[in-house]
């Protein structure tokens, strides 16, 4: 019991000090830059206390829950063996985390805005939504797409940089072609479609499926799934602003 | 009052975001996989940890660092803090020192926080075997973030082209790829991919709006956009480097003749 206590309270110190760049970055510009008080400190404390503590049961959380289910699940891919199996569970779980993302959500609504704006389509609600939903379907698509390329090349083994050169020389390639009021969001949209529960369970399931397959090294193999999640939706995107 | 409410918002949107994932796992494990996950129960409370965390984080977020970092980004792009005139119609770059630093120091700051990077950095330390250390990982990723924000910032300023910037980002990325470490390239990769998350894309999206607001001549939808990207190109170029550069000092060492005995008589 003591021990554990004492095991929480150093993760807790840990998150603290995690947490410190930020304390010091706002406090220095706060004090010495602004030369401000503290609008709410006892509120601002408060929550800091919430983020300590949800930092550190997070941490804990993803050593017990997340690595290892994401882990487990690459095994049991493994074994079964069924190749169509893993690659429509990658899709599924690429699209399934990405299409209700709140940050996405927020960003295709204001891509709507923005398209509206610039006479790109109609300008009433109606046209807006459906703008913005066709757009969150394109980029859930895309990371689907982006998690089933990514574990095929995992059982391949098949190095990621040809990969993502190419995506990039893609990127590259039709920036141009693309609407500019596209651009932005489109290469903010790959930032925005890894969320905090789906980065570790892709990466516990690559680094798992890297480790569980003969011949597969988890540093050369295992890593770079969040890596294509992030790329494929510029290209996506960019490609819907051009047709549309 | 208002707090709990807050707080069971949160938990509620934290939930509904986990939904599909969960079911995407629950339908494959029952439809397709057909067996119990050892330790289910610890991976319960294990996801259980995660969901509360997550949202006493946000909700910590919500209260104690957004309200604060968003003020302060308006306060430090504020036309009168800048002391530009409101007719102006040309700025100094100059003027804005200290939106750049606080862009470099914010970027920093927040990208230690990321919990996405946290988790990144301690599976590629548990599989690396003493190469690569989390913490080492999270700094190279850090300045990166500092570097790619505190020239997205300079770009909004000058006002040049975003994709040019965002392409010489990728030829740097894929000239490094040539030299780099052939085990350090996917983590580098995926690490482009996590910096972008909870903590750091609330407070730079205001910033980098702010500066589009301040600047005479941006709109705010065309160039407030784009910060994140930067967030997201240039830690692949710090991992990169470190790894280059780290490897050329090994290899600097190994050539000295002391060190070869070393090595022959181990």
């Not at chain 1, 003591?2 to 095991?7: G, K, R, V």
């Not at chain 2, 910590?60 to 604060?68: H, R, S, T």
């Not at chain 2, 392409?167 to 052939?182: E, L, N, R």
């Not at chain 2, 750091?200 to 702010?210: E, I």
Request: charged residues 10%; negative net charge.
């Amino acid at each position: 019991m003591i021990s554990a206590l004492a095991d929480f309270l150093r993760l807790l110190a840990g998150s603290f000090r995690d947490l410190l760049p930020i304390i010091l970055t706002v406090a220095f510009f706060q004090i010495v830059v602004l030369q401000q008080p503290f609008p709410n400190l006892d509120e601002v404390l408060f929550g800091l206390v919430f983020v300590v503590v949800g930092l550190t049961l997070f941490i804990q959380g993803l050593e017990m829950g997340l690595f290892p289910l994401g882990n487990d699940m690459a095994e049991a891919f493994a074994r079964k063996g069924s190749l169509m199996a893993l690659l429509a569970f990658a899709f599924c779980l690429g699209f399934g985390t990405t299409v209700a993302e709140p940050a996405l959500i927020a960003v295709t609504a204001e891509a709507a805005k923005i398209a509206s704006d610039a006479g790109v389509i109609e300008g009433n609600a109606e046209a807006r939504a459906s703008y913005a939903d066709s757009l969150r379907i394109i980029v859930a698509l895309s990371v689907g797409l982006a998690l089933l390329i990514g574990v095929f090349r995992i059982l391949k083994g098949w190095p990621i940089y040809y990969f993502i050169i190419a995506g990039y020389l893609l990127v590259i390639a039709i920036t141009p072609f693309a609407p500019a009021e596209i651009v932005g969001i489109a290469y903010d949209a790959g930032g925005v479609t890894t969320s905090t529960i789906t980065v570790p369970l892709v990466t516990a399931l690559g680094v798992g499926l890297a480790q569980t397959i003969r011949g597969r090294n988890p540093m050369t193999d295992g890593f770079g799934l969040i890596a294509l999640a992030s790329l494929t939706p510029m290209i996506f995107v960019m490609v819907f602003g051009m047709v549309v | 009052m208002a707090f709990f409410t807050l707080f069971m918002e949160t938990a509620y949107a934290t939930f509904a975001d986990v939904l599909p994932i969960a079911i995407v796992l629950l339908g494959f494990q029952i439809g397709v996989l057909r067996q119990k996950p050892r330790n289910l129960s610890r991976i319960l409370i294990g996801l259980l940890y995660v969901l509360l965390g997550l949202t006493f984080f946000l909700v910590g977020l919500e209260k104690a660092l957004f309200p604060v970092g968003k003020a302060m980004a308006r306060q430090l792009t504020n036309p009168e803090f800048i002391g530009v005139a409101p007719d102006a119609t040309v700025v100094e770059w100059a003027s804005f020192l200290w939106v750049f630093a606080f862009a470099w120091m914010i970027g920093f700051a927040t990208t230690i926080a990321e919990p996405s990077l946290i988790a990144v950095a301690l599976k590629a330390e548990e599989i690396a075997g003493g190469s690569i250390t989390a913490w080492g990982l999270r700094l190279a990723v850090a300045l990166g973030v500092s570097v790619g924000v505190t020239i997205g910032a300079y770009r909004i300023v000058s006002g040049d082209s975003l994709g040019l910037y965002i392409m010489a980002g990728y030829a740097i990325v894929i000239t490094q790829t040539f030299f780099a470490s052939k085990t350090i390239i996917p983590l580098a990769y995926d690490s482009g991919g996590v910096t972008t998350s909870t903590v750091t894309v609330p407070v730079l999206a205001a910033l980098g709006l702010g500066l589009a607001i301040a600047v005479p001549g941006r709109s705010p939808l065309l160039d407030g956009f784009g910060l994140i990207a930067f967030a997201s190109v240039f830690p692949i170029i710090s991992v990169l480097g470190y790894d280059i550069v780290s490897t050329w000092f090994l290899r600097q060492k190994k050539l000295k003749p002391e060190n070869t005995e070393e090595e022959v008589s181990q």
